[in-house]
C-alpha cells in the first residue's frame, strides 16, 4: 500500500529524500502529510488508518457536546475554519477546501472535505500545506479534463498554484515550487495588488484576477479593485489591466477578497462574487467583454447586508454547474469570542444562483433538503388575527426547517419568532415588510416598491458575551397578485430565510437557555392568511461520529 509520509520539510520514500531548498524552518508545516496512491479503491483504504483522519474523528466527538454546533451544517472537525476555497466536482463527487487551523500549526491549511450531495460531508486530510509560503490563504480551483488546478495567495510569497489528478484530489503538486506572480520587492511600486485570486480558461489562455483596493475612490479612499492576469502555461503570467468596468454596486472601503467569475443564466452573463473586509458577501453580474477582456457590470448586490463581523455571512466559493447555475457557499462569522482550537465558524448551506427573466439573481438551497429532514408537521390554514401573537404548538426545535406560504392579505408586517424561550427571554426574529423596501426607482419610470426581510439577533441570547448585529435587512421583489413562501432554517446557532427563491438572508444566534426552541407567528396591524406551513426535524450528518 502506496503512502508516504511528508514530515518537516522531508519526503521520506525507499530510505531517501528530498528537501526543500531556500524555505524558512519556521514556513514548514508540523502537520504530518501523507501522499496517496492513485487508485480509489486504494485510496478509501488507506484512508481507513490514516493518522489525521482517526484524529478529526475522535475531535468531532468532543465538539459534540457543544450546544451550539450544527447538526447539517458543516464545521471544520478541529479548531475554527475561515474562508471556503476552490468548491468543485471532480469524479462524481463535490469536494470543499476551507481554511483551516491545526492545533499543532494554526498558520491556515486548506482543509478538504468530501460530498456526494452538498449535505453529507465526509472529512478529508489536510489538502495543501504552507511552504514555500508562509500560509496558505484563499483562492479557487478550475476543474479541467484530467486535472484539478488550485490558484491561492501565498503570504509572503505571492499567487501560488498546486494541481491534483487523483481520485480524491489527496495528492497536490506546487508548480514550480513557487509563486507565479511575486509579491512587489521593497520599495516596488506594482499597478497591481498580488492578494486572493480565482481562475479560468478561456480559448489558449488561463485568466486570473486578483483583489486588492485602490485610493483612487472620492477624496482618495479605498474602493474595491480587481486585476486580471493571463497565461499560456500557468507559470508565466501577463497583467493586462483593471477588470471592471461601470461599477457603481461597490461600498467606497469595500475590497474585492476571495472572487469567483462563472457564467451565468443562458443570456450571456457572468457573476462576480467577491469578499468585502468591510462589509461581508458581495456580487456584481454583468457582460464579459472578451474582445476587451473587460467585465461590464449591470447590476450588483449583497450576501451580508450590514457589518462583516458578528455574526455575518462572510466569503463565497463557487463553481459553475454547466445550466446556467452556480453553486454557492459561504462561511458565517462568529457572533462570540473565538477560543482557541474551538469550533466558531460554520459554513452556510449550499446556495444556487440563477438569473431570473430580468438578470435579477435568484437564491435557493443547491442541496436536496429532503435528504435530512425527519418528523414532519404541519399547518393546512389558519387566520392569523391582527396584532396577536400564536404560539404555533407541537412546531419547535433549534435543528429544523420551516416551508410557510401566507397570504398578506392588508397586512403590511409579518413577525416569525424562532429560538424562543416560553417567557420571550430569547427568541430570533424574522420580519418580513410588504412593499416595506426601497421604492423601484432603478429603471426610467420605474413603477412599484420592493418589500424587505429582516433578522434581529438582538434579543437571541441572554449569554453577555455574545455580541448582536445590527438588523440585517434585505430587499426582495414580490409582484402584487404573487404569494408569500419563507422557508427558515436553524441549526442551534445559525438561521438561514429564503424568501420566494429569490433572497437569502443569514445571521448566527447563540440561545443560552434549554428551552429556547418555542416558534410564534403575528401579523401586526391587519388580518393575514397563513396558506400553509410545513416543519421538519433534521437529522445530524456528524451522527455517525458520535
Known amino acids: 500500500m502506496k503512502r508516504i509520509l511528508i514530515l518537516s520539510g522531508l519526503i521520506l520514500t525507499c530510505g531517501s529524500y528530498l528537501s526543500s531548498q531556500n524555505i524558512p524552518d519556521s514556513f514548514r508545516s508540523k502537520v504530518p502529510r501523507f501522499t496517496y496512491s492513485n487508485n480509489q479503491d486504494t485510496q478509501l ?56 487551523y491545526p492545533p499543532e500549526d494554526p498558520r491556515q491549511h486548506w482543509g478538504h472535505a468530501v460530498s456526494s450531495d452538498l449535505l453529507h460531508w465526509k472529512d478529508l486530510p489536510y489538502a495543501i500545506y504552507p511552504s514555500p509560503e508562509e500560509k496558505v490563504y484563499s483562492g479557487a480551483t478550475l476543474v479541467e479534463n484530467g486535472r484539478v488546478i488550485a490558484m491561492y495567495h501565498g503570504v509572503k510569497a505571492g499567487t501560488m498554484v498546486a494541481t491534483s489528478d487523483d481520485p480524491l484530489l489527496l495528492n497536490w503538486n506546487k508548480l514550480s515550487g513557487k509563486a507565479v506572480i511575486s509579491l512587489p520587492r521593497p520599495g516596488e511600486k506594482l499597478p497591481y495588488n498580488v492578494f486572493d485570486p480565482c481562475i479560468w480558461k478561456n480559448g489558449n489562455y488561463y485568466y486570473t484576477l486578483l483583489a486588492g483596493t485602490r485610493p483612487v475612490g472620492p477624496g482618495g479612499k479605498n474602493v474595491r ?51 468585502s473586509h468591510m462589509s461581508g458577501g458581495k456580487y456584481l453580474i454583468g457582460n464579459y467583454d472578451t474582445a476587451r477582456n473587460k467585465f461590464v457590470v449591470t447590476d450588483g448586490g449583497n450576501f451580508n447586508h450590514g457589518p462583516v463581523s458578528y ?22 462569522n462568529s457572533g462570540q469570542p473565538i477560543a482557541s482550537g474551538n469550533f466558531t465558524e460554520m459554513m452556510t448551506l449550499p446556495l444556487y444562483l440563477t438569473l431570473d427573466n430580468e438578470e435579477r439573481l435568484n437564491i435557493t438551497t443547491a442541496a436536496d433538503m429532503s435528504l435530512i429532514r425527519k418528523e414532519q408537521k404541519e399547518i393546512k390554514e389558519m387566520l392569523l388575527p391582527a396584532n396577536k401573537e400564536i404560539s404555533l404548538n407541537g412546531i419547535s426545535g433549534n435543528a429544523m426547517e420551516i416551508d410557510l406560504t401566507m397570504d398578506m392579505k392588508r397586512s403590511k408586517n409579518l413577525e416569525i419568532d424562532v429560538l424562543a424561550s416560553p417567557d420571550k427571554k430569547e427568541y430570533t426574529r424574522i420580519l418580513f415588510y410588504k412593499d416595506g423596501g426601497y421604492p423601484n426607482r432603478i429603471y426610467p419610470n420605474g413603477k412599484g416598491r420592493y418589500s424587505a426581510i429582516a433578522i434581529d439577533n438582538s434579543r437571541s441570547s441572554v449569554n453577555p458575551k455574545v455580541t448582536p448585529r445590527v438588523v440585517e435587512t434585505a430587499n426582495v421583489w414580490i409582484a402584487p397578485d404573487e404569494p408569500l413562501n419563507i422557508r427558515i432554517f436553524i441549526d442551534k446557532s445559525i438561521v438561514e430565510v429564503f424568501v420566494n427563491g429569490k433572497q437569502y438572508i443569514a445571521v448566527r444566534a447563540y440561545p443560552d437557555l434549554e428551552n429556547s426552541n418555542g416558534v410564534y407567528i403575528r401579523s401586526q396591524g391587519n388580518d393575514a392568511l397563513l396558506k400553509s406551513l410545513k416543519a421538519w426535524q433534521m437529522k445530524n450528518i456528524y451522527s455517525g461520529t458520535q
Not at 455574526?311 to 458565517?332: L, Q
Request: aromatic share 18%; charged share 20%.
Open 45 to 100: 483504504k488507506e484512508l481507513q488508518s490514516d493518522p489525521l483522519l482517526l484524529r478529526f474523528a475522535k475531535s468531532r466527538q468532543e465538539q459534540a457536546i457543544n450546544k451550539h454546533r450544527p447538526f447539517y451544517h458543516f464545521i471544520s472537525p478541529e479548531g475554527r475554519l475561515n474562508d471556503p476555497n476552490g468548491l468543485c466536482y471532480w469524479n462524481g463527487s463535490y469536494h470543499l477546501f476551507y481554511q483551516a
Open 225 to 275: 479593485a480587481h486585476f486580471l492576469f493571463r497565461s499560456k502555461n500557468l507559470e508565466k503570467w501577463e497583467y493586462l489591466h483593471p477588470f471592471v468596468e461601470n461599477d457603481l454596486y461597490g461600498l467606497v472601503g469595500d475590497d474585492g477578497a476571495c472572487p469567483y467569475f462563472w457564467p451565468i443564466g443562458d443570456k450571456g452573463k457572468y457573476i462576480l462574487l467577491h469578499f
Open 311 to 332: 455574526g455575518g455571512v462572510h466569503a463565497p466559493s463557487a463553481f459553475p454547474d454547466g445550466k446556467g447555475g452556480v453553486v454557492c457557499i459561504f462561511n458565517t
